[in-house]
């Protein structure tokens, strides 16, 4: 008996329904979606019938897609959210991710649950919980070790989600309170106001500065593309990509460079296989740092410290090209031996340290027209990011993806024949012609008009990879004839390929597995009765509800992280390199408050406190 292959999925964002079909014409397995409410990207909503168009152009391909659901839920927000996960099961959604608990205790349709990183998800006990209650896959925190998926991996069945390449959240997932205490704005309900890309300074614990006015708190993106296979073997199931907010040009770039890369990989090893069908191909070539990045880390992959923080500034520096040499009135030199064209986008850091962004007028010769009055100066380190030449060759150049078929004449009886499309997994499709046939004067040309004829698929999402003609006699048939069964045979094949597709149905059977945990406080982040019913059913210690339903004092933690302000400048007591040291507690602070900077250097860990009413 053959040993069934582990099928690796590759999951893209969706932001709407152009960027969800571009990620799976680039080579996405899967994608996800937000609907209208509930996803935890506020900004990144849509209308059932656009997930719906999204499901069916998916499901040609053998693609999945899955709808965020992963806020938090208040009260009178219980009954509509019921009713959305029907209407999205009743569309073919294929899984909705999910945060609130809420949902094990609804009328639910039989629809797989995937719990959100939004529900923290980093130790081997909580994820065996969530199997337990039924849970279909685990979004894994991004903090995460190789060794720790591994030993969830041996202590579990689950499906397993890691993400791969995208912008980081300086605190756990689901347990950052930071945008809320300053602001009324909730990370658990979608509408995060980013504190940690704001400007901070750091202080000691008597008030004098170490650092003015630096994105302290602001991390790189991550980048795993060199651990890949790594990761697929830890026994991953699927590779995910952030980004709901990103445009269709992000998309369709780092979906193909992990594409061809996880390709690589399924080919090296015979055990494993892709989920998606078809073949995808992009004509521009893939570059990470072609699309917004604000430099990269693994984060944590390997168990090592790194400086994962980008001070200067949190917006996308793009790619470095090289050094300014010379300048006279707004034109300028670059050292470099990249190819620049009018409309490039440049950046670099100010003599202050201010990031200063300038387009590119004209370029002549080695000198580079700037627009009058830029601040560029000799000396200046240059990145581009935005490419000209490599924006108008995406829109050019379309990705595609192209589903194989062999197409065949056959006979079915003296007064019939046929036109049969036929694809690797057996599908097959049939466009009988009826008869009387004209017999070919000259056989030869006949048949390679037919064989011309039958092979163009013309711009639907098919590759004819055979075409055979069977019958014992060459009849002639006219072009347009030929043309008109074809198109009919392909378009039968398509609705038979979409029909084909069959979801998995898994239905959530309620039960009394006991929560393994500590007691419950605000950071399990309950917020209606549901949440609460789920837990106590689960014999859980509830002591307090969600952060966001409390009147709150202050001397709350409201950022856990595994990245250290101390390791990142160079004061980490663990660290034998470290020479500086400062007086404890060290304190962030900007317009918005000031709060205690503590640190768990047993765990790793460090804390941001409120310290009284803001």
Not at 498 to 518: E, F, H
């Amino acid at each position: 008996m053959s040993k069934t292959k582990r099928e690796i999925e590759l999951l893209a964002p969706a932001k709407n329904l152009e960027v969800g079909k571009i990620a799976i014409l680039s080579g996405a397995d899967a994608v996800y979606i937000g609907a209208q409410k509930y996803g935890a990207r506020e900004a990144a909503g849509n209308s059932v019938d656009d997930i719906k168009e999204l499901v069916d152009f998916a499901h040609l391909y053998s693609c999945k897609v899955f709808v965020t659901m992963n806020t938090i839920l208040y009260e009178s927000e219980l009954q509509f959210a019921n009713k959305l996960a029907w209407e999205l099961y009743e569309i073919g959604v294929d899984a909705l991710i999910i945060q609130d608990m809420a949902y094990l205790e609804m009328d639910m349709p039989p629809i797989p649950l995937h719990a959100s990183t939004q529900m923290d998800n980093r130790d081997v006990e909580k994820v065996e919980f969530l199997e337990h209650c039924g849970l279909n896959r685990v979004v894994l925190a991004r903090e995460l070790s190789l060794d720790k998926i591994k030993a969830i991996r041996d202590k579990s069945q689950i499906e397993l989600e890691a993400f791969v390449h995208g912008s980081l959240c300086v605190c756990f997932s689901g347990q950052c309170y930071l945008s809320y205490y300053i602001g009324g704005r909730s990370a658990n309900r979608g509408a995060c106001a980013q504190p940690c890309r704001m400007l901070w300074d750091l202080e000691d614990a008597d008030g004098n500065k170490i650092i003015e006015q630096n994105h302290l708190l602001s991390l790189k993106d991550m980048n795993r593309l060199e651990s890949l296979e790594e990761i697929v073997l830890s026994g991953v199931n699927s590779l995910k990509i952030e980004g709901r907010l990103k445009d269709a040009d992000y998309v369709r770039n780092i979906v193909g460079l992990y594409r061809k890369q996880l390709d690589k990989i399924i080919a090296k090893h015979s055990e494993l296989c892709a989920v998606g069908e078809g073949e995808a191909f992009d004509p521009v070539e893939n570059d990470p740092e072609k699309s917004f990045n604000r430099g990269f880390t693994e984060f944590f992959l390997n168990a090592k410290r790194e400086k994962i923080a980008n001070f200067q500034s949190p917006k996308s520096l793009g790619k470095y090209i090289g050094k300014v040499v010379q300048k006279k009135a707004n034109l300028f030199a670059i050292d470099t031996e990249v190819e620049l064209a009018n409309g490039d986008g440049l950046c670099f850091y100010s003599k202050t340290g201010e990031l200063k962004g300038v387009r590119v007028n004209k370029v002549e010769d080695k000198w580079i027209q700037f627009p009058p009055r830029s601040c560029l100066f000799v000396g200046a380190e240059v990145y581009r990011n935005y490419d000209q030449k490599y924006q108008n060759d995406l829109k050019a150049n379309p990705p595609t993806r192209k589903l194989k078929v062999c197409i065949q004449f056959i006979e079915n009886n003296q007064n019939e024949l046929a036109i049969q499309v036929k694809d690797a997994a057996g599908i097959v499709a049939i466009k009988n012609i009826e008869g009387p046939f004209e017999l070919a004067k000259n056989s030869e040309m006949a048949l390679a008009n037919i064989k011309k004829q039958l092979g163009k698929v013309g711009d639907l999402p098919l590759k004819c990879s055979q075409v055979r003609y069977s019958p014992d006699k060459v009849y002639f048939f006219r072009m347009g004839d030929l043309n008109a069964w074809r198109r009919e045979a392909l378009e039968l094949y398509l609705e038979k390929k979409l029909v084909s597709y069959k979801r998995k149905d898994i239905a959530i059977t309620k039960n009394g597995t006991i929560w393994p945990g500590s007691k419950l406080d605000y950071h399990a982040n309950i917020s209606n009765s549901y949440s609460l019913a789920f837990w106590k059913r689960h014999k859980a210690e509830i002591d307090s509800m969600a952060f966001e339903m409390q009147h709150k004092e202050g001397d709350e933690t409201l950022v856990n992280s595994k990245y250290c302000l101390k390791y990142q400048i160079g004061c980490c007591p663990q660290n034998k390199s470290s020479e500086k040291t400062y007086k404890e507690p060290l304190y962030l602070s900007n317009e918005h408050g000031r709060f205690k900077v503590m640190f768990d250097c047993k765990k790793c860990e460090m804390m941001l406190i409120a310290e009284g009413q803001k």
